[in-house]
């Protein structure tokens, strides 16, 4: 074992016990397993480096979204009650908006 590896397990294990022994209420034994699980939880670096992970998988998905075909869509409406200004005209004549009689089909 490295000496960096061996005084990072010390440093975790420790930090556990630390940990471990003040909040633990029942006089239960820790185990190695358990002191390396509640370090590994309370460790402020892992959490950063866990933020940080989930950070670049987010900026991996926005890169590779600009692969997809993208779609825009606009909608606009107006309202008014000005039928004299029809299309720009100056004035709307009344067989503007008159509708064809009915025939049924037939021509005349």
Known sequence: MSFRLHLA???????ALLAAGSA??????LTLQDAVRI????NPLRKAALADTRAASADIK?????LLPHLAFSETAMR???????LGEAAAASNDYA???FTGGRSE
């Open 9 to 15: 397990v010390c440093f975790v294990a420790g930090t």
């Open 62 to 66: 926005t890169a590779r979204s600009f």
């Open 24 to 29: 633990q209420s029942s006089s239960a034994p």
């Open 99 to 101: 509708a064809e009689p």
């Open 80 to 86: 008014g009650d000005d039928l004299g200004n029809h």
């Open 39 to 42: 370090a590994l939880e309370k």
